[in-house]
């Protein structure tokens, strides 16, 4: 059973665009939702992350959104570069408990 | 800060044997470390919890004979796989977090790539 469901699996964006991926969740418990960003052959980096009291966050040109009555939550990445080619997971967390991820995006900014 | 290292980064072995991987986080005392296992192109599968000094706690359908974790020390942890087959080939990752001072935050390894022959 996924907890965290991601979309889309890929995305093709052109150089000095706007990146969005979109995620969702059941578990009205968790507090904690992380975004992380993964080269090829390298472990997952924390990009930005987000608790539920507030409804958006941004971090240079990383933006998350948060809905939390529809139970959604979303990365934007404005101006997007070819180096941030790679692949996004978003996470959930309740408490002190592990992290639930989702299933990947593959993004690729062409120039 | 908050460097977490993995050796080796890949290794190679013949079916049978075991392998061990360390995982050391270098600037920061992990209470907590995880191990994760992931496919190409696929998603973070968390295999086991451990807490320095305790016994691991495995996911569901994780062989805890087979994947031996030991986490002695605030500042590593060791994945064994014993009897390593072809299907155990893949990417595994570990992170740690040091709960006392940051429960949310969980700092990831470079990966250890194996490959069962």
């Known amino acids: 059973q996924q907890q965290v469901k991601q979309s889309p699996q890929s995305l093709i964006v052109q150089k000095g665009g706007i990146s969005i991926i979109n995620c969702a969740y059941e578990?009205?418990?968790?507090?904690?939702f992380p975004w992380y960003q993964q080269f090829p052959g390298k472990g997952p980096a924390l990009l930005i992350a987000?608790?539920?009291?507030?409804s958006e966050k941004k971090e240079g040109r990383f933006t998350i959104s948060f809905n939390k009555s529809a139970k959604q939550f979303s990365l934007h990445i404005m101006d997007s570069q070819p180096g941030d080619s790679a692949t996004y997971f978003c996470?959930?967390?309740?408490?002190?408990?592990?992290?639930?991820f989702g299933t990947g995006t593959r993004l690729t900014v062409i120039p | 800060g908050a460097v977490v290292s993995q050796h080796p980064s890949w290794v190679i072995c013949k079916s049978g044997t075991s392998v061990k991987i360390e995982c050391r986080s270098l600037?920061?005392?992990?209470?907590?470390m995880f191990w994760y296992r992931q496919f190409p192109k696929q998603s973070l599968m968390l295999m086991a919890t451990?807490?320095?000094?305790?016994?691991?706690?495995?996911e569901q359908g994780v062989e805890k004979d087979k994947f031996l974790i030991n986490h002695a020390s605030l500042t590593l942890s060791t994945l064994t796989v014993t009897s390593a087959h072809p299907e155990d080939s893949s990417f595994y990752i570990c992170?740690?977090?040091?709960?006392?001072?940051?429960?949310?935050?969980?700092?990831f390894g470079p990966g250890t790539r194996l490959l069962v022959l």
């Open positions: 992170s740690a977090r040091n709960a006392l001072v940051d429960q949310e935050t969980q700092y």
């Open positions: 578990n009205t418990a968790f507090d904690y």
């Open positions: 987000i608790r539920p009291d507030v």
């Open positions: 996470a959930a967390k309740a408490g002190a408990n592990n992290l639930f």
């Open positions: 600037d920061f005392q992990a209470t907590t």
């Open positions: 451990s807490n320095e000094g305790s016994k691991a706690t495995y």
